[in-house]
């Protein structure tokens, strides 16, 4: 548990970077920058029944149309759960088809639906997958997203991306020992 909040804690305090050194102007002339946020898009749903389904992926459609009419939007970030369900190569290429419909610059981060379940539920809920597949995951994960940790430079700003990785452990919500070692790397950097 101890690891966990210190993981998240970090993950919050690496989003606080900002504005190491020179205030530098957007550029796009702006005097701020816009990022888009979508997070747990479980595409196309988690719903079973057909018209739910339906008007749920409908509605989706209809944010990403109205996000993309959004002119000065600097940055998408998916912040993990993009797929249904299971980390499946499936559902991670129906995802990001669909979430390449959404126009401009994009970063993605993983969540425990595209790393740590088989697919199949126990009393409703998805089943951890062992750690030979998560690793499976990961690499389709990268395959289809990219990496599982990255830093994006927006304006004056240094973003620093970390997804949950640590296939060993028990819970779904970890940084791995590496990932922690690049953080602090990338850290030491600025």
């Not at 996000?67 to 970030?77: R, S």
């Not at 994009?106 to 998560?134: Q, T, W």
Request: one cysteine or more; a negative charge.
């Amino acid at each position: 548990m101890f690891r966990l909040i210190t993981c998240f804690f970090l993950s919050l305090c690496c989003l606080a970077f900002a504005g190491c050194g020179k205030e530098a102007p957007a550029p796009s002339g702006k005097d701020y920058e816009r990022i888009i946020v979508v997070s747990d898009l479980h595409y196309p749903s988690k719903a079973t029944e057909d018209a739910k389904r339906q008007a749920i992926m409908d509605n989706k459609a209809k944010a990403r149309d109205e996000i993309n009419g959004w002119k000065d939007v600097d940055l998408k970030v998916f912040t993990g759960d993009m797929v249904e369900m299971y980390g499946s190569m499936k559902q991670m290429e129906e995802a990001k088809q669909f979430i390449d419909g959404f126009h401009g610059e994009k970063s993605f981060l993983a969540g425990n639906h595209e790393l740590f379940y088989r697919e199949e539920l126990k009393n409703g809920k998805p089943v951890m997958a062992d750690p030979s597949l998560r690793k499976a995951h990961e690499e389709n994960y990268e395959k289809v997203f990219g990496p599982l940790h990255s830093t994006k430079k927006l304006g004056q700003y240094l973003l620093v991306f970390l997804s949950p990785e640590d296939t060993e452990g028990k819970f779904p919500v970890a940084m791995s020992k590496e990932e922690m070692e690049w953080l602090k790397s990338t850290l030491q950097e600025i």
